[in-house]
């Protein structure tokens, strides 16, 4: 049962080695994966959500699983009154900021109301930091900020872009960011570029619990293995890969929430804008993912290829060695284990959280 899972990280630190962490969206999916290393490495985390894309439960799981009940307010980030309170009740260190909205399609249907939560959003944060002196930020960026230009492996110098309104607020927020550190007052930013997270804690207490249709493939196949739904859509089986199918970077969403651990332990230098990507280098199909899912949970995943999902491209994958190089940090789990860890959440939790 879910209460085998031991509260493993339990007791490791005095109060006085902690360092306090906000955390904006810290219930969403990678947000709680993230508070679980955070707390494994000693630090505090503070976490603010509104809950417009998670539940009160994943909370109640993290705490059950850490034996810590950090402290948290339900809030909109854009709140200003709530967040000025944060900063005045806890000595913030430093900020992770996972809160925003991430559906590409739902962003193409709601541009404003999608610029307005990622922007706005990232802006108030910023204000309330410079009036309490804060300078430490980690931002959730997306392997999005490559739009369709360019060839895999992709380096972190190339330039930003967009094919939706989504992207735009990643590539937008990471102009601001880095004008902002250009004033010289002394800000240390890091933008973390995921590719595909996937995978969940292996206690199988938290994972990823979207709402409605799942718009990813790893949810939709979970799914599809659970009994949900009757069989995966293939979205494409003629692209210019080696089995025809679309191809990405799956990042174990632990080894991405140790990214974020690593960051923070880099971020100390003053007026540095710094930008990663997080992903494995690998480029693994959609048919492999299929594969892989087939093994790790012993049930067929049917499947029908298909026409191309709009916007779609056909390979996209990290080069990952500026995060090895400066951050020490190098993903160590494998699409298998992702998938194992998947169906573990999944099967554990058919209906998520509302289990
Ligand atoms: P998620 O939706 O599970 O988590 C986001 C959390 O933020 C949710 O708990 C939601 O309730 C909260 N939130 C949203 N708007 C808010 C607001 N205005 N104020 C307070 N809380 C708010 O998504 P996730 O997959 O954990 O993504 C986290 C971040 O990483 C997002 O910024 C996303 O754009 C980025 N990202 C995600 C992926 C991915 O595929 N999952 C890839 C690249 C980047
Ligand atoms: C993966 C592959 C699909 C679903 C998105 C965002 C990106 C980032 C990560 C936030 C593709 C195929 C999918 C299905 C399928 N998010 N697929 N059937 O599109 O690579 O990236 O999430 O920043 O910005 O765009 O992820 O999981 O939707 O698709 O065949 O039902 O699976 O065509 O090849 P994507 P995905």
């Known amino acids: 049962s879910l209460h085998d899972a031991l509260p493993i990280y339990y007791g490791h630190h005095s109060k006085a080695d902690l360092v306090k962490v906000l955390v904006t969206g810290g219930a969403g999916y990678i947000g709680t994966h993230t508070v679980v290393e ?58 992770i900021h996972f809160a925003g909205l991430k559906s590409v399609g739902e962003s193409v249907a709601e541009p404003l109301r999608y610029y307005s939560t990622n922007i706005d959003s990232t802006l108030v944060l910023l204000e309330t930091m ?55 007052h002394g800000w ?28 990813n493939l790893m949810p939709y196949i979970s799914q599809v293995a659970v009994g949900r739904r009757k069989q995966l859509a293939i979205f494409g089986g003629d692209y210019d ?67 191309r999902r709009p916007g779609d491209i056909a390979s996209c994958y990290a080069s990952p060695d500026l995060a090895r190089d400066e951050l020490g940090w190098e993903a160590e789990r494998s699409i298998d284990e992702a998938c194992q860890d998947s169906w573990n959440w999944q099967s554990k939790n058919p209906n998520g959280f509302q289990d």
Do not use: C
């Not at 959500?49 to 402290?71: I, K, Q, Y």
């Not at 174990?252 to 929430?257: I, K, Q, W």
């Open 188 to 215: 240390s930013i890091t933008a973390l570029r995921y590719f595909n997270p996937v995978g969940a804690h292996p206690s199988g207490l938290i994972g990823e619990d979207p709402n409605n249709i799942p718009n």
């Open 38 to 95: 955070l707390l494994a490495a000693g630090y505090e985390p503070v976490i603010v959500d509104d809950f417009s894309n998670s539940s009160p439960e994943a909370l109640r799981r993290v705490a059950h699983l850490t034996g810590v009940e950090s402290p948290f307010y339900e809030a909109d980030v854009r709140n200003r009154d709530v967040l000025e309170r944060i900063f005045i009740e806890h000595n913030i260190h430093a900020v």
């Open 241 to 307: 890969t080696p089995d025809g199918t679309g191809v990405r970077d799956y990042i174990h969403v632990v080894d991405l929430a140790k990214a974020h651990v690593a960051a923070l332990n880099h971020i100390e230098h003053p007026d540095v804008y710094k930008v990663y990507n997080i992903g494995t280098g690998i480029g693994v199909s959609v048919l492999e993912v299929v594969a892989a899912f087939e093994k790790a949970s012993e049930q067929p995943v049917p499947y029908a290829i298909v026409d």
């Open 130 to 184: 410079q009036k309490f002196g804060r300078s430490n930020l980690v931002f959730s960026s997306s392997a999005t900020v490559y739009g369709n230009a360019g060839t895999p492996p992709f380096t972190e110098d190339l330039p930003r872009q967009s094919t939706n309104p989504y992207g735009w607020t990643k590539a937008m927020i990471e102009q601001i960011l880095e004008d902002v550190v250009a004033t010289g």
